[in-house]
């Protein structure tokens, strides 16, 4: 043990250095190196180009997730586009020795849900993926970087990249979130105090009692949303919680190894008194089920409050901020976001699509019906996520409901595949980006929300807290 | 690796004003489905470009004006959002080779250096001064000089910020990390033997 207090970041950094460059930046070795076929081709098409190898095809893991369509199984898929990205991520990953959790696998899935559930995802290990939400494995106490095509050759051929060290921010909340408040919440309530750029240069440690009573899929939607307050990296430090969710997993450690692995992982928890570069400190009682009302993340009121008007703003900026994004959304300023009405429900995505998220809109939404003309899609994360909850018949649940249950995909949180709103619906939503566009058409609008909170929306229709929907007490 | 030694950029430049401008909106994803970055300088913007059926909407970047300018002028945390490379390479295709704001994301602004793309940062009346000087004669040239942290422009000059570690790549050619880091292979191999999870299955 070294006399200086550490923090996660400073010792996972320290034991990924391999040296400094020479514009000062640090050659820091990625553990592991997750791929999929949006960021990846052109990184292979330079790899080929410049002659080289993946120096550690072990440590890279592939699988396909922005492009599969969630209602069609049989390749060719109709979108030609499509079929050729998932043909180029099945030949690079067979020419460079790459294991790839194909739709045949049964592994499939998004690439920040696949990770965890395999047991790649580690405490004390560095992660880079080609997609912002790789912060997302923070949540198990590793530091996991979003990159860009660039970086994924520079990992695949090097199983490195150069990078300056982050300052470390401790976000800590405490106490007990009240009933219908979630770690979607906690996020949204999170990048609403500290801004969409407040997070820019940092890593965000989020810790205190809420933290520690999470479990690690609500850890896991903290950390995905991270990059949406401009940090690149968030992540909890690992504890018993980490250690049985990894136990037992395809990648984990056995036997030994596994006793060895654990006393390993708890070594890089930050360390009793260690400095942080800042502090700031939440109640969880503070924290209502909040939504968005704008075009980015941080646009966020609690489901009780007025639609931001202008003369409300804080600064100019503030000012011409709410003025585009309520005429982007067509929100009246001032009045209540409860009671927008809605077209469309999305249940999925990196941030909210998994076993815990539909078994909450399962609990609440038996005998309950989404209202007439909402179009309502529940998509599994992953293909484990959607057997687990085929297996607890999570998926009649949704259907009889009114969900159309769907295979495993990103689906409708990016617009890559067939699933996109159409003209300017509403879209209830809860997976991490309401910017322009996002989900697929020009003007399509999307307000971020917890998965309750997006089935309160489907059965009545608008925008609704769904503590009195469901009577959540 | 010999790469070029950026150490200023000259042209024309034009400002697309707005903070919070994310990387969906520079390329909006559904232009992502390809397997190489060729051709997607013309969808730049396309969105804010056109209207939902197609017709252009007379963005700052379509005024004739402005056709051939190589640096874009922009607001706070330009490239924010998503990690996609497929934003800086469009703006590199649609022959920008500078960008000033008033800050950048993070990996929107490493993935651009690692282009060659020098992103600087410049106070917000100073990028409005020299929008000014833009809007009032479109062919003045600007110098984005990154070695001296300063934007020339007419007889006018605003200082200029910039990460000493990009600054440092551009102007001595090693902004591509990449065979720096295949250089330092050898070393990788020895941190990797000291870490149990990186051991072969």
Known sequence: MSAQPKSLFEKVWDAHSVRQLANGQTQLLIGTHLIHEVTSPQAFGMLRDLGLKVLMPHRTFATVDHIVPTNELVEPYKDPLAQAMMDELRKNCAQFGVTFFDRASGKQGIVHIVGPEQGITQPGTTIACGDSHTSTHGAFGAIAFGIGTSQVRDVLATQTMALGALKVRRIEVNGKLRPGVYA????????????????????????????????????????????????????????????????????????????????????????????????????????????????????????????????????????????????????????????????????????????????????????????PGVRAIAVPGSQIVALQCEKLGLDKILAEAGFEWRAAGCSMCLAMNPDKLIGDELCASSSNRNFKGRQGSVTGRTVLMSPLMVAAAAVTGHVADAREVFAVN | MALEKITSVSGRGVYVPGNDIDTDRIIPARFMKCVVFDGLGEFLFYDVRHTPEGVPTGHPIDKPEHKGAKILLSGANFGCGSSREHAPQAIHKAGFRAVIAENFAEIFFGNSTTLGIPCVNAAREDIAKVAAAIEKNPNIELVVDVAALEVRYGSDKIPVTQRESARDGLVNGRWDAIGDLIDGIPSVQITAARLPYMAAA
């Open chain 1, 184 to 371: 979607k919440d906690v996020i949204l309530h999170i990048i609403r105090k500290l801004g969409v750029n407040g997070g820019t240069g940092y890593a965000y440690e989020y810790a205190g009692t809420t933290f520690d009573g999470f479990t690690m899929e609500e850890r896991m939607t903290v950390c995905n949303m991270s990059i949406e307050g401009g940090a690149r990296v968030g992540y909890v430090n690992p504890d018993a919680t980490t250690f049985t969710y990894l136990k037992g997993r395809p990648y984990s450690p056995t036997g030994a190894a596994w006793d060895a692995a654990v006393t390993r992982w708890q070594s890089f928890a930050s360390d009793a008194g260690c400095r942080y570069d800042d502090v700031v400190k939440i109640d969880a009682a503070d924290i209502a089920p909040t939504v968005t009302w704008g075009i980015n993340p941080g646009q966020g009121i609690s489901i009780v409050e007025n639609i931001p008007s202008p003369e409300t703003a804080t600064s100019a900026d503030d000012k011409a901020g709410i003025i585009e994004a309520l005429a982007y959304m067509k929100l009246p300023a001032g009045q209540p976001i409860k009671g927008t009405k809605i077209n469309v429900a999305f249940l999925g995505s990196c941030t909210n699509g998994r076993l815990s998220d539909f078994q909450e809109v399962a609990k609440y939404i038996q005998g309950k019906k989404v209202a």
